[in-house]
């Protein structure tokens, strides 16, 4: 016995021969009711980085080492921004041996590749780094102390300006918009080396409760080529975000007013980086 969708009609085939069982009015139903299963599958769903894009090469995240650290097998999020998945995701509880970097010119972009982002998941995309050790990104989790920086993303280099909400909509959702790619400028004046780049999304539409935010961070290993002399550092992850910071504790639906205003989680972006 079988469903079959034919000529406005929903048709039941079953011995001796098909008949007609329900009318348009069920079909548009049914047509509903796909678009509802489709609609909360989207909204379940949640990204991860499978690749990235530099100087028009495609980068993938693993291949076979990782430059992308992983992130949940379900696509979570973090809820506990002092712990110290908060980080790398869970991308430093098990490093893989021999982790590679892939290399960036100071100034250049590094276009981000999300898999998937639902709209509606309100909030800003926040981007920080941290310069590796002299041993390198290989087995540096760069939890503790304070050797991450905030760094400026789409604003021309004269604005220090963070990519929040612009032109009545939040990055996140601009992100959602943009085949699910984002640029993060690698800036011009940082010492060459290798670094992290935490690149993050911040869901603030459930974060009018306490514990309502939802993080998803990404720690990307980078060798940064033809920089400066600025060595920035000064956050900490665990260490620069608490659960009641305006950033974090946060109702996205008070209009427009009160989105311009917001001012997300971090600190300022590090000054002089351009």
């Known amino acids: 016995m079988t469903l079959q969708v034919n000529n406005n009609w929903l048709v039941l085939f079953a ?79 098990k490093l893989p041996p021999g982790p590679i970097t892939a290399t960036v010119a100071a100034g250049s972009n590094v276009t981000v590749q999300w898999n998937t982002w639902p709209i509606g998941h309100y909030g800003p995309v926040l981007n920080y780094m941290a310069k590796c050790p002299s041993s390198g990104c290989s087995t540096w989790k760069a939890d503790t102390g304070s050797p991450w920086f905030k760094t400026l993303t789409h604003s021309p280099p004269t604005q220090i300006q963070q990519d929040v909400y612009k032109n009545s909509e939040w990055a996140s959702d601009t992100l959602a918009k943009s085949g699910f790619k984002y640029d993060v400028k690698i800036p011009k004046k940082i010492a060459s080396g290798d670094y992290l780049l935490r690149h993050e999304n911040l869901a603030l539409h459930g974060a009018s409760n306490l514990g309502g935010a939802q993080f ?30 305006p950033g974090i504790l946060f109702n996205p639906y008070q209009g427009e007013a009160a989105n311009k205003a917001y001012v997300p989680p971090g600190g300022a972006v590090y000054a002089g980086l351009n």
């Open 15 to 93: 011995a001796p021969g098909p008949f007609k069982i329900f009318s348009e009015m069920y079909t548009s139903l049914l047509s509903g009711l796909v678009v509802i299963v489709s609609l909360a599958a989207q909204v379940a769903a949640h990204g991860y980085v499978p690749k990235l894009y530099i100087n028009g090469q495609t980068i993938l995240g693993w291949d076979p080492l990782r430059v992308v650290r992983p992130t949940k097998p379900d696509s979570g999020f973090i809820s506990d921004p002092t712990s110290k998945d908060i980080t790398c995701s869970i991308g430093n509880s």
């Open 216 to 245: 998803y961070p990404v720690c990307i290993q980078l060798t940064v080529t033809n920089g400066g002399s600025l060595n920035p550092s000064g956050l900490g992850f665990p260490g620069s975000y608490t659960a009641t910071d």
